[in-house]
């Protein structure tokens, strides 16, 4: 479509063990079925009309294929990007933004996509190759794979070519720096985070004729709201925010191969849980769409205070006492946040 990513990056055995709808509904009616009965519930909150089942089979693709490769279906378990981060966005995160806005904020194809990508932006964590450009190889791979999904589950690429830029774009801007750079040709990317906030100025330089493209500019803007709904932890309720820190933490230490049980996860840990969460919050965290920033920024405003606290508590904690493992430090951060 605009990014050329659809041929980048092949099926693997999660894409054949799961090649359609059918096969995603006979895995989830075994293993979860209530994510069938919740997904439905949202799509069906939105619109119920024909093309609804198509919309309900792509988030279903997407959230068995998800929890196959990375999830709980599978042996190479993410703690944090899984099939429940699907429901996190889709559930929580979006029905609080489409009780806040109002359903009749944007049309019922504009949430409909923010359905989608809740289920697809993940689909991949292991990639090795990366994409041209600022867009990760990941969310690159991930564009690719929900092309195919789509596909499979009765879209059409030229008649329905809304939803595929659409998410194109979404789960582009989804990549997330973790650092703060200068731009560059190849980044674009000011401020480090979420790439959504700049992926239209990447744009002017690699395809200039996108402003003219009705598809590509719904998909930049819906882009943005996708970035802030997927980065929302920000802006939930402060026991929210701290289980999500948890989860990405006990999943930095397996990608990182450190057993949190030993004493070499410990400093990593809490280097994550302390500056870490900081950073995250205070330097990458930006809000891309007035939306997100209505709904979401009130309850950011009121987390601040403990973001620095509890951090600081946990440096302070094992400055006095060195920690035995990641483990012990998780436990100690998990105790704080309780009592923040």
Not at 131 to 141: K, L
Not at 188 to 216: C, E, F, I, Y
Not at 260 to 266: F, H, K, N, T, V
Request: proline content about 3%; overall charge negative; charged content about 25%.
């Amino acid at each position: 479509m605009i990014l050329g990513y659809a041929t980048l990056y092949q099926a693997d055995a999660s894409e054949t063990a799961l090649p359609d709808a059918k096969a995603a509904r006979e895995l989830l009616a075994q293993k979860r079925p209530d994510i069938i009965s919740r997904l439905e519930a949202r799509i069906l909150s939105v619109s119920n009309n024909e093309a609804t089942r198509n919309y309900l089979d792509v988030a279903l693709l997407g959230t068995a294929r998800l929890g196959l490769r990375h999830g709980s279906f599978g042996s190479d378990f993410h703690h944090y990007h899984n099939e429940d981060h699907v429901l996190d966005l889709a559930e929580r995160r979006l029905g609080r933004m489409m009780d806040q806005c109002g359903l009749d904020a944007m049309p019922s194809e504009d949430w409909l996509a923010l359905v989608l990508f809740s289920a697809c932006h993940d689909l991949r964590q292991r990639e090795t190759k990366d994409a041209p450009g600022p867009v990760g190889g990941n969310e690159a791979a991930s564009i690719s794979e929900t092309f195919r999904i789509l596909d499979a589950c009765g879209f059409n690429q030229i008649t329905d070519r809304s939803i595929y830029v659409a998410l194109e774009l979404m789960i582009a801007g989804s990549t997330f720096d973790p650092r703060l750079s200068e731009a560059s040709p190849d980044t674009a990317n000011l401020t480090g985070g979420a790439l959504a906030r700049s992926l239209g100025l990447w744009l002017d330089g690699v395809k200039p004729a996108w402003r003219q493209d009705h598809d590509a500019r719904r998909g930049e803007r819906l882009g943005r709201m996708a970035a802030d709904i997927d980065t929302a932890n920000v802006g939930e309720a402060f026991s929210l925010l701290g289980r999500s820190a948890l989860q990405l933490a006990e999943e930095q230490l397996m990608r990182r191969h450190l057993n949190p049980e030993q004493p070499e996860s410990a400093q990593q840990a809490l280097n994550f849980l302390s500056y870490g969460q900081q950073h995250y919050f205070f330097d990458l965290h930006r809000f891309s769409s007035r939306e997100a920033e209505r709904v979401f920024g009130p309850q950011k405003l009121a987390n601040s205070e403990k973001v620095r606290s509890t951090s600081a508590a946990l440096t302070d904690h094992f400055q006095s006492l060195s920690a035995a493992n990641g483990r012990a430090v998780m436990d100690t951060f998990a105790t704080l946040c309780a009592k923040a």
